[in-house]
C-alpha cells in the first residue's frame, strides 16, 4: 500500500484547502481511513476518520469546519478543510486503519503515507 497526500499549502487564518491521499493499490477499501496532523515540536494527533460505510467521527478541535470524505472508486480519501485557524498548521498525513470501523486511535492504523504541509497565518 502506497498513501500519497497531497493539497497542503500556505493560506490565510479563515480561507480553506482541501487535501487528497491517494492509494495506489485498491487494498483498505473495506477498511476506514484517518487524517492525523503533526504540529512542529507536537506528538501526532488524530483529526478525523471515516468508516468504509461512511460513518466518521472528528476531533473536537475540527468538528463543524473539517469534512472527511472518501471515493473507493478511485481509491482517494478527502479533508475539506474550511474556517482554518494558524493552530491548524502541521503535517497531514493519511492512513488506513486495520479494521473497517472509523478510529481516533493512532495504534488501529497499519498503514500511513508522507504527509502534505498545511500552513494556516493569521
Known amino acids: 500500500v502506497q498513501l500519497q497526500a497531497s493539497g497542503g499549502g500556505s493560506v490565510q487564518a479563515g480561507d480553506s484547502l482541501r487535501l487528497s491521499c491517494a492509494n495506489s493499490?485498491?487494498?483498505?477499501?473495506?477498511?476506514?481511513l484517518g487524517w492525523f496532523r503533526q504540529a512542529p515540536g507536537k506528538e501526532r494527533e488524530f483529526v478525523a476518520s471515516i468508516g468504509w460505510k461512511g460513518a466518521t467521527i472528528y476531533a473536537d478541535s475540527v468538528e463543524g469546519r473539517f469534512t472527511i470524505s472518501r471515493d473507493n472508486a478511485v481509491n482517494t480519501l478527502y479533508l475539506q478543510m474550511d474556517s482554518l485557524r494558524p493552530e491548524d498548521t502541521a503535517v497531514y498525513s493519511c492512513?488506513?486503519?486495520?479494521?473497517?470501523?472509523?478510529?481516533?486511535?493512532?495504534?488501529?492504523?497499519?498503514?500511513w503515507g508522507q504527509g502534505t504541509l498545511v500552513t494556516v497565518s493569521s
Open positions: 492512513a488506513v486503519a486495520r479494521s473497517s470501523v472509523a478510529t481516533s486511535r493512532l495504534e488501529n492504523y497499519r498503514y
Open positions: 493499490k485498491r487494498t483498505g477499501s473495506n477498511n476506514a
